[in-house]
Nanobody, 125 residues
């Protein structure tokens, strides 16, 4: 499966952005999807994951209550709605997929094998 993230840009602190990640080349419904970010000089950080059905989500504590992950299986796309953005949220945001055959309701933080190119989010103070 190939993934392409989009929707990044420059936003002021307190503002909002919605990222999209479009998938192609695979059966979208058998993948758990997640969002990650990497800031300069820092390790990649898990942000959020959504199960195959969309019914289960997992969030990192750093974004819980501010970010919302969702998926539209009819459009082969996932989204990350980001509200109350802070300068510390500045990073390259990437989406990833994890093949998950047996359980449609898991949304793990790791084990992702397929990665898309990221999109840069810059939050100014």
């Amino acid at each position: 499966v190939q993934l392409q993230a989009s929707g990044g840009g420059l936003v002021q602190a307190g503002g909002s952005l919605r990222l999209s990640c479009a998938a192609s080349g695979g059966t979208f419904g058998i993948y758990v999807l997640g969002w990650f970010r990497q800031a300069p000089g820092k390790e990649r950080e898990f942000l959020a994951a959504v199960s195959r059905s969309g019914g289960t989500t997992t969030y990192a504590d750093s974004v819980k209550g501010r970010f919302t992950i969702s998926r539209d299986n009819t459009k082969n796309t996932i989204y990350l709605q980001m509200n109350s953005l802070k300068p510390d949220d500045t990073a390259v945001y990437s989406c990833a997929a994890r093949l998950t055959i047996l359980n449609s309701e898991v949304a793990p933080r790791n084990g992702y094998a397929y990665w898309g190119q990221g999109t840069l989010v810059t939050v100014s103070s």
